[in-house]
């Protein structure tokens, strides 16, 4: 029985519905007013340019009020900047992005004088901005869910879309094209209503009546012909193009304004004042933003006037929006498609005499629209609305489409994603529909944790581990890749008639049939009951992800028959990010440190300063917090408190070193499958984490559940650090180049064995050694005393390179070793000579191989007391 709380928060469609007419009516409102006291504000800016020198007034006006907006946003809501689609975006795929009324008011408030600046940006994406944070404040005082939330704040955004053109079905366009691809009839209804509603009360309150804009369409007549097809196309492609320039400029603007490293109060007025200089230089028509874009339209100003209009409002909507102003870019895209579209109509009225320039200007607001936002749909829709012209329909579609392919070519993803990107938000992918059987994909039923074995295993060693696991067959991989599938059976046929030290590449079955992570699960089944087959790899890109068995396909279809929809599949529910903070993203690549261990934690974040210090890398500083499988990570309360304390500690020592620090908080039922999402999520290139170095809890694990499962899975450089028992660092630093561990990490032992792993480890090694002050660096090979005489190239090469790498900072040799057991030599020499660190370079295999004899990373880093830092090369 559902209690009264929880039947509350379940959507119904009458709340829904009126919920989205108190959003329209709300947003419509908002717009009236922001329209408004931008022209009254912006009406004293054009007076005082009359009665004052404009060389002195549009300046002055630009400043002033330019350093007025940026201290109302820098200490009130500093989410308040640029056109607001963006944060949107960002908090309907639940990231942590404030939406609520404070931040509506200081939106609106802060466009009003910006606009009013003479800032070249347009009203119409604030309107968006504040409609979907004023429905986001009310679904706070209304308790609902959190899908419902997404659902109000959408309807929000088309609200405060369709107030700003009026154009109510171009806004629920956009809501579906860009904002929310969700379908469902409570989306649709209150998307549909609230748009509605706000263009009503923007067109009545507005002062215009609910006849559409007519001052777009009381046009002599719009034409299109055939023949005019291939000019159409050509504005279509430099629409494209163009938009596409536009779209970097965005970004490189954004870019320099962050090297400047000026307060955001000097930025949006420099900008201004800026902006003014220039347009005072300009015809009096420039002075008049909002007016540019009809008088391009409906007046016959001819080309020298349109080009310079096209070229001086693509400069200074660039120079305005990288400076973080509140303003948007729908307004300014019109503004240049439809100068773009007037000049390609010239061209064309010359060279054929067809047609008026006039359509080739409203195609060119729509193709340029379409370019800049990727929405061709609402691009065709707005201008359509606009105008209520049918013979305009064809012409907008051929340039809307063409723009919107040669833009996408160049640049993937809308401008809004990217900037969103920038803030260190990656939109998820849009996951399938897992409601029913026929809804799953092979990722969604398998088994992610996949005990495989390396192709160079003997056939005794598979002997032992098939007789320590309930296993009936393991994938054999190789480098990294999946090369064939050994069975019991395949053990049987073979184990009296091969020796014992046979690879077991010799026995597996090769290039095994397997499927894709994204295939259907009726493709599972054919391949499964086609080929006869037991188990079916799952591969990613050529690696291997996951296995399938009957097993885990009849456990889907259990779960569904009973109704538990939401755990289709065995794999644990995605982890939930329950706080997030972000740096800006400046660097070349990411470093991953979980952090668990207080104690442990200062040596982890001074190790990954050092090396982000070294290959220009962001930190990424993970918490993640276990909680019972019983419970969904979405929907549990979490105590955050001391998970927050460690992580301001990373900030800070972030601060102190320069260097960008991210930072994270997960609730999940699995630690290593949190990991695993944020390395995807995040584009991580390098793991730094603590390993305490205790037994494991099973014969089948060699470091543990979440060592194994990431040195086995993470696609990316895995470093693991064991600290010796009872080893405190005291992280009190002063000093950017103090270090802790400069006292304790004196003498350091390097084997080597020449593989990759061994480089990659010999690559990390002068960046910490240089940060401890090792005074001695003994680099060592163990060969075999059956072998013959020893070739020492790998030994002396390492050696050669540390040599000149540390000249100066330590003492290098090198010690060749004869030995039977290279764990029991390398323990041996570490506690002879008091060996503070041991480094050792180990491949996947390598370090998951349960030999008869024990794994030799693992062997060595429980039987020395030292610290010991493990490296595992990136998968390719």
């Not at 709340?15 to 009406?43: D, T």
Request: glycine share 8%.
């Amino acid at each position: 029985m559902i209690n009264p709380i929880t039947q509350w928060l379940i959507p119904k469609r009458s709340l829904a519905l009126a919920e989205a007419c108190l959003i329209g009516l709300v947003s419509g409102l908002s717009a009236v007013l922001l329209k408004h006291s931008i022209g009254w504000l912006g009406s004293w800016r054009l007076q005082a340019s009359v009665i004052l020198p404009p060389s002195f007034a549009l300046p002055a006006f630009g400043l002033c009020l330019g350093l007025l907006c940026g201290f109302l946003i820098e200490f009130l809501a500093s989410e308040a900047t640029g056109s607001g689609v963006p944060q949107i975006k960002g908090a309907l795929a639940r990231f942590p992005i404030a939406m609520n009324l404070r931040v509506a008011a200081v939106k609106l408030v802060s466009t009003i004088l910006s606009l009013a600046a003479g800032m070249t940006m347009g009203r119409q994406g604030p309107t968006v901005h504040i409609g979907a944070a004023l429905a986001a404040q009310l679904t706070r005082w209304v308790p609902t869910s959190p899908d419902h939330r997404r659902q109000m704040i959408a309807a929000g955004a088309g609200a405060g879309l369709a107030a700003g053109f009026n154009a109510p079905l171009a806004s629920v366009a956009f809501i579906f094209e860009e904002l929310l691809p969700d379908l469902s009839s409570i989306t649709l209804g209150s998307a549909i209503i609230a748009s509605f509603i706000g263009a009503v009360v923007s067109r009545l309150l507005g002062g215009g009546t609910l006849e559409l804009n007519r001052e777009l369409s009381n046009f002599d007549h719009t034409s299109f012909s055939a023949l005019e097809i291939p000019f159409y196309l050509l504005l279509g492609v430099l629409a494209g193009l163009l938009a596409a320039l536009f779209n970097q400029g965005i970004l490189s603007s954004l870019n320099f304004y962050d090297r400047l490293k000026l307060s955001l109060p000097l930025r949006i007025g420099i900008a201004g004042m800026l902006g003014g200089c220039i347009v005072a230089l300009l015809p009096d028509q420039f002075h008049n933003n909002s007016g540019l874009r009809e008088l391009l339209i409906t007046d016959d100003i001819g080309w020298k006037f349109t080009s310079l209009a096209f070229v001086v409002y693509f400069l200074l909507t660039i120079i305005a929006y990288g400076s973080g102003a509140p303003g948007g870019l729908f307004h300014p895209s019109l503004v240049l498609g439809s100068a773009l579209g007037y000049l390609v109509g010239i061209g064309q009225y010359h060279l054929l005499g067809l047609g008026v320039p006039i359509t080739y200007a409203l195609a060119g607001m729509g193709a340029f629209f379409s370019a800049v936002s990727k929405v061709p749909i609402t691009a065709i829709v707005i201008v359509f609305e606009m105008t209520t012209d049918f013979d305009l329909v064809l012409p907008l579609m051929i340039t809307c489409v063409v723009s919107y392919l040669v833009a996408d070519q160049l640049a993937k993803g809308s401008l809004y994603q990217r900037l969103l990107e920038r803030k260190g938000y990656s939109l998820p992918q849009v996951k399938v529909d897992k409601r029913t059987l026929a809804g799953l994909k092979a990722s969604d039923i398998m088994q992610r944790r996949v005990e495989t074995l390396g192709s160079q295993m003997t056939l005794d060693q598979a002997i032992q581990t098939f007789s320590n696991s309930s296993h009936r067959g393991f994938p054999v991989v190789a480098q990294g890749k999946l090369v064939g599938i050994i069975t019991q059976e395949d053990i049987a046929k073979n184990r009296d008639r091969l020796p014992g030290n046979t690879p077991i590449k010799e026995v597996m079955t090769p290039q095994p049939i397997t499927v894709r992570h994204n295939d259907t699960l009726s493709h599972v089944l054919y391949i499964l009951n086609r080929y006869k087959l037991n188990r079916l790899p799952v591969l990613e890109n050529r690696k291997l992800v996951g296995i399938i068995t009957f097993s885990d396909i009849i456990r889907a279809e259990a779960n569904q028959l009973s109704g538990e929809k939401e755990q289709l599949g065995p794999s644990p529910d995605p982890s939930y990010g329950v706080y997030y903070t972000r740096a800006p993203a400046t660097g070349s690549g990411r470093m991953l440190v979980p952090l668990a261990n207080p104690q442990s934690a200062p040596v982890l974040l001074e190790i990954a300063t050092a090396i982000g210090q070294v290959h220009d890398y962001e930190l990424e500083c993970l918490q993640v917090i276990p909680i019972s499988r019983s419970s969904s990570p979405a929907q549990t309360a979490v105590d955050t408190t001391k998970s927050r304390r460690l992580l301001r500690k990373a900030e800070r020592l972030g601060r102190r070193r320069e260097i960008p620090v991210h930072t994270q908080i997960r609730a999940s039922h699995d630690t290593a499958q949190a990991i695993l999402e944020t390395i995807k999520q995040r584009h991580i290139n390098m793991i730094l984490m603590g390993w305490k170095g205790g037994p494991s809890n099973s014969p089948n694990q060699i470091f543990g559940n979440i060592i194994d499962t990431l040195i086995r899975q993470a696609p990316c450089d895995l470093v693991l650090l064991k600290l010796p028992q009872g080893q405190e660092v005291v992280d009190d630093v002063k000093s950017a180049n103090y270090s802790p561990l400069a006292k304790t990490w004196k003498r350091w032992l390097i084997p080597i064995a020449g593989g990759p792993n061994s480089r990659r480890a010999l690559q990390l090694i002068p960046i910490l050694a240089t940060l401890a002050k090792a005074e001695q660096i003994v680099v060592t090979q163990v060969f075999n005393p059956q072998a013959g005489e020893p070739v020492m190239t790998s030994l002396e090469k390492a050696t050669y390179f540390l040599k000149q790498q540390l000249k100066g900072i330590s003492n290098v040799v090198s010690i060749p070793i004869r030995s039977y057991s290279v764990s029991d030599a390398l323990i041996r020499l570490a506690k002879a000579q008091k060996h503070d660190v041991v480094v050792i370079g180990a491949s996947r295999e390598g370090l998951l191989e349960q030999a008869i004899h024990g794994n030799i990373p693992e062997a060595i880093a429980r039987g020395v007391d030292s610290t010991v830092i493990l490296v595992r090369e990136a998968l390719h």
